[in-house]
């Protein structure tokens, strides 16, 4: 519909309309309806007790400090806390290499804002992350898009793919969103080798790292990089930038992440941070350090994924009983997402549609192409629903299934 608003707005904008699954999505908001669609944490594991204390504390300890303006780059201790966390991985950076952003997703905004001019092409992953694509579509950015399989993004294909001049390379290694697939090590190697060589920076966006139910732990791409090409004088200077937030191990509400980067990129960052929020808020930055500080963080982490093991196992038994054998899914080894292809000649849309009749959703997978396929792919989250909803609503979706292969 037109508005005499529509002529005003900025080119930019052009790219930003709602999508035909958005307003599917819409009908999702019933009350007894199973969501596999979002992309929610548990809320049952949220941290209430220790929120409220540290909450109570903070105002007593800082008093008004705690509600004041600060520092572009974020609250020095919780960026110092981030340093040592990420120096436990076997790469040694310093608060230089920090700034805290108003969630990973300000970081994607802000990265679109410093490097990216329309028409510049970013490397992806077929599918990626959707978050990264809205903010970068209002920067004018075009897409590469590099197939993945079960290990991740195919880097036989990457090669080809860096020979377009892409201005950096978006990389999700760890139970990627929207597929639950984990980038192998050897194509890590191969990642942060052929991006050196094209000279094509790499921007690693790992909110699930922390996540892991099972498999051996595998080294990010910075800390790679960082090996790589020796990584002296206790400073990051790599091609890596580093994305991970406390959305998934503390709470998305108090949208509280952090960059790892180069120093004369944290600088351009913070610039660009100064002009779109002045800073973070202080308030939840002294609190999330006041949680996480004392080894809390870390117990808290092994409970959300036993909690989240549980749900995804619970998923994957409910799939292999009642889902038709022509439907394929992923295995993640942790995060929130799985992935699941159907038969080439049913469109993941529709079968959203009639299991809306049913009381149960997903997300189909069409947007998270940059490039357009993906109509037969559905993402499932496992994390925001008990064991017997994840097995009342995939018993409900497999009935839909059923009945979609046998009718169409
Ligand atoms: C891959 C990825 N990047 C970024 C984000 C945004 O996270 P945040 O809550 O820190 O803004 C998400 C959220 O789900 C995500 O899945």
Redo the contacts with the bound molecule.
């Keep these: 519909m037109q508005t005499p608003w529509d002529h005003r707005y900025a080119q930019r904008t052009q790219r930003m309309g709602s999508s035909a699954i958005r307003e599917l999505l819409k009908l999702t908001e019933k009350p007894d309806l199973i969501s596999f669609a979002g992309?929610l944490p548990a809320p049952d594991v949220f941290p209430l007790e220790e929120f409220k204390a540290a909450c109570i504390k903070v105002l007593d300890q800082f008093g008004p400090q705690s509600l004041q303006y600060s520092a572009t780059e974020g609250y020095l201790p919780l960026r110092e806390q981030i340093c040592r966390h990420t120096n436990r991985y076997g790469i040694s950076i310093n608060t230089e290499n920090v700034m805290i952003?108003?969630?990973?997703?300000?970081?994607?905004d802000l990265l679109g804002k410093i490097f990216i001019n329309p028409g510049d092409r970013i490397l992806v992953e077929s599918p990626t992350?959707l978050?990264?694509l809205q903010a970068w579509n209002a920067y004018g950015a075009e897409y590469v898009s590099v197939p993945s399989d079960k290990d991740g993004m195919v880097t036989d294909a990457l090669e080809e793919a860096l020979r377009y001049g892409p201005k950096f390379v978006y990389v999700?290694p760890n139970f990627?969103?929207p597929t639950g697939v984990t980038l192998s090590l050897e194509r890590r190697h191969q990642l942060v080798e052929l991006a050196d060589r094209y000279g094509v920076p790499i921007v690693e966006?790992?909110?699930?790292g922390q996540l892991r139910f099972e498999g051996d732990h595998l080294p990010s791409i910075v800390v790679l990089d960082g090996q790589y090409r020796g990584n002296h004088d206790h400073c990051y200077r790599g091609n890596v930038i580093y994305?991970?937030?406390?959305?998934?191990t503390l709470s998305?509400g108090i949208?509280?992440?952090w960059v790892v980067a180069p120093p004369e990129v944290i600088r351009k960052l913070v610039q660009a941070k100064q002009g779109a929020d002045l800073h973070t808020a202080t308030f939840n930055q002294i609190v999330a350090h006041e949680v996480s500080r004392g080894g809390f963080l870390d117990q808290h982490i092994k409970l959300i994924r036993r909690v989240y093991k549980e749900r995804r196992d619970a998923m994957l038994a409910a799939m292999d009983r009642y889902f038709p054998p022509e439907v394929d899914w992923t295995q993640p080894q942790g995060g929130?997402f799985l992935w699941g292809s159907l038969p080439e000649n049913l469109d993941s849309k529709d079968v959203l549609k009639q299991a809306i009749e049913r009381n149960v959703a997903f997300v189909p997978g069409e947007p998270f192409y940059p490039n357009g396929g993906g109509h037969n792919t559905m993402r499932i989250n496992f994390s925001n629903a008990s064991t017997e909803m994840i097995s009342e609503g995939i018993a409900r979706l497999g009935e839909v299934l059923y009945e979609k292969i046998k009718n169409t």
């Design positions: 992309g952003t108003s969630g990973s997703q300000q970081a994607l992350y978050g990264a999700l990627q969103n966006d790992d909110p699930y994305l991970s937030t406390f959305s998934k998305p949208r509280l992440a929130l």
